[in-house]
């Protein structure tokens, strides 16, 4: 299976705890989003990497959220002292500029954060 | 940014034609018009996107008037698989803001047998 990646597909943690996520995208995606998403609206932009670059972050992520790159590969997004207005779906996506059509983006399947 | 405004939700019966518009009074010069779908516990998945008149793939078909201000999605006999949220995103692919999807709360497509 060549497309986005994952892990793990369900957290469940404790308010103030800390979590990471990981997001493998498609191997020659130069382009990684990270997007959340809660029950009953759409995805919302959190942040995007153009190879290990850092381009640009949403006002929704607070000074909790930190998300890398580091070799242009894989990509993690760690929150700390999770609250429970964190509980979402935190989606990865990834595109090439170069693709056939304007920045058409492959969604994983997601990872569900529950915090208690 | 180009807001858009669709319905809430939709039902349909197996066999059906399916017709989801979405309007978008600000649209662009630059703007393109992209659908995406999005089935329970998964990840959106692009369907199709076009700039005018029409664009038709294996999935589906978007209908662009002149003005650009609405489009709308034409799903052909759709089946119990197609049951999903279906969004409607507007902007430019390449240049918005490096590229970002600003989703709104989409159209919830329920199909009945």
């Known amino acids: 299976d060549t497309g986005v990646s994952q892990d793990p597909r369900h957290k469940i943690t404790k308010r103030g705890q800390n979590v990471t996520f990981r997001c493998d995208p498609i191997?020659?995606?130069?382009?990684l989003y990270w997007y959340r998403q809660t029950l009953g609206q759409g995805p919302e932009f959190l942040t995007y990497f153009q190879n290990e670059a850092q381009l640009e972050k949403s006002r929704l992520l607070s000074d909790r959220f930190s998300a890398e790159r580091p070799k242009g590969s894989f990509s993690t997004l760690e929150i700390q002292r999770t609250e429970q207005g964190d509980s979402a779906m935190y989606l990865c996506a990834s595109s090439s500029m170069t693709g056939r059509l304007g920045n058409e983006q492959f969604f994983g399947p997601g990872t569900r954060l529950t915090v208690l | 940014l180009a807001k858009t405004t669709q319905p809430i939700s939709m039902d349909s019966y197996e066999g059906q034609e399916v017709n989801i518009t979405c309007s978008h009074n600000n649209i662009a010069t630059n703007d393109y018009i992209t659908w995406y779908q999005q089935f329970p516990s998964q990840g959106p998945r692009f369907i199709i996107q076009g700039y005018k008149t029409k664009v038709t793939n294996e999935v589906a078909s978007l209908f662009i008037p002149a003005d650009r201000k609405s489009s709308t999605l034409s799903l052909p006999r759709v089946s119990l698989s197609d049951t999903a949220v279906y969004y409607c995103l507007v902007g430019d692919p390449i240049y918005n803001q490096g590229g970002k999807l600003i989703f709104g709360q989409g159209t919830e497509l329920s199909v009945k047998p």
């Open positions: 191997s020659e995606h130069n382009r």
